[in-house]
């Protein structure tokens, strides 16, 4: 049933868990007969991607909360339910949390504030005690679930993150090749657009990367989890490298004959080569591209000869693409090299097993 219900619905861990949180929330208001809505809101944008930046979080709304429903009852006891407590509460709310640097606080702090003035009703001080304690619950709650129930696991987030990008990375390079060296310029926009989403995706990889750090330091994980994480971290830092590079690659122009037909033969190869390399699981670095590259590197350092002896101001477009490659290549070697350490690892800990 559960599992249909995914199929139509984006219902993942952290979306149960801030409905489990809103309802004991709400049934702990209810026996206590405080009103649930502060609490429940609270209890809702407490929830965060981790146990960790629940706990760290909480810290800061408490105090936070408290600033804001004081200040709001100060501000009814002035001028009484009119829209200038409303902004007087808001803005000094917002105000105050960020002068004391308690900016996390803030959303919870304005929100606790504003939803009291319409509900004051008698002893100004009771309802600031009975928010505080709402808010004190959405918290608590909050926490305790995110802490204790379904504790967020990214791995397997990362791991299929992971395999995309270097898939995507792949085709990048098919991409570049394309409009740099067969002047297929309508390739050109696929590069770019492919080019800021695999940028995106590294970066939200990182993010799941350091979520998975945060969370262990509250629940138990092994070593071989952390080497893991940490072997995904290098060749994502490495995976990083090589689309920089190719994204110098975006801004360089042209001309139709600035290579010989023998260079960008040369040249088309190791673009398909990287492809290969990239796409490969253990990123395997065959022997006809260590001789392409030697060849490229003879090719470099002929143009910039050429260009010393003509003293040009300006290094030609040609060996700027030279030099990309050439430093492409670098860091594929160093993509080869950790990898085939990850391999001896997971080798010597078999055999121990």
Not at 17 to 44: D, E, N, R
Not at 179 to 202: D, S, V
Not at 250 to 278: C, D, P, T, V
Request: net charge positive; glycine share 2%; with cysteine.
């Amino acid at each position: 049933m559960l599992s249909k219900v995914k199929t139509y619905l984006p219902l993942g861990g952290r979306t149960f868990k801030t409905g489990i949180s809103v309802f004991i929330t709400t049934l702990i208001c209810q026996y206590f007969h405080f009103p649930a809505i502060f609490a429940v809101m609270t209890a809702i944008v407490t929830v965060e991607h981790t146990a960790a930046d629940s706990i760290k979080k909480a810290m800061v709304r408490f105090p936070a909360s408290a600033i804001g429903a004081f200040l709001s009852v100060s501000f009814y006891s002035v001028f009484g339910k009119s829209a200038i407590t409303y902004a007087l509460a808001a803005m000094l709310t917002i105000a105050l949390c960020h002068k004391l640097k308690l900016d996390e606080g803030i959303v919870v702090a304005t929100l606790t504030a504003i939803a009291m003035i319409p509900d004051f009703h008698g002893n100004s001080f009771d309802s600031f005690i009975v928010r505080l304690a709402t808010t004190t619950i959405g918290i608590v709650v909050s926490t305790l679930v995110n802490f204790f129930l379904l504790p967020p696991n990214y791995t397997k987030y990362i791991d299929s993150n992971m395999e995309n990008l270097f898939e995507r990375s792949a085709k990048l390079c098919t991409y570049v090749n394309d409009y740099l060296i067969e002047a297929k310029f309508n390739q050109q926009q696929k590069f770019k657009l492919l080019y800021r989403e695999i940028l995106r995706e590294i970066n939200q990889t990182s993010n799941f990367i350091q979520f998975q750090r945060e969370e262990w330091k509250y629940h138990k994980f092994s070593k071989e989890n952390l080497r893991r994480l940490h072997y995904c971290e290098k060749k994502l830092t490495y995976l990083k490298q090589v689309i920089d590079h190719m994204g110098n690659l975006q801004f360089i122009r042209l001309k139709r004959n600035a290579f010989s037909e023998a260079e960008k033969q040369l040249i088309r190869s190791i673009f398909l080569s990287f492809a290969g390399i990239l796409k490969t699981p253990h990123h395997e670095i065959p022997i006809e591209h260590y001789q392409w590259i030697e060849k490229l590197d003879d090719e470099f350092w002929h143009w910039k000869e050429e260009h010393v002896m003509n003293k040009e101001q300006h290094l030609p477009p040609q060996t700027i693409v030279l030099y990309e490659l050439l430093f492409l290549h670098r860091v594929i070697e160093e993509l080869h090299h950790i990898t085939h350490i990850e391999l001896s690892n997971e080798d010597t800990i078999t055999k121990q097993l």
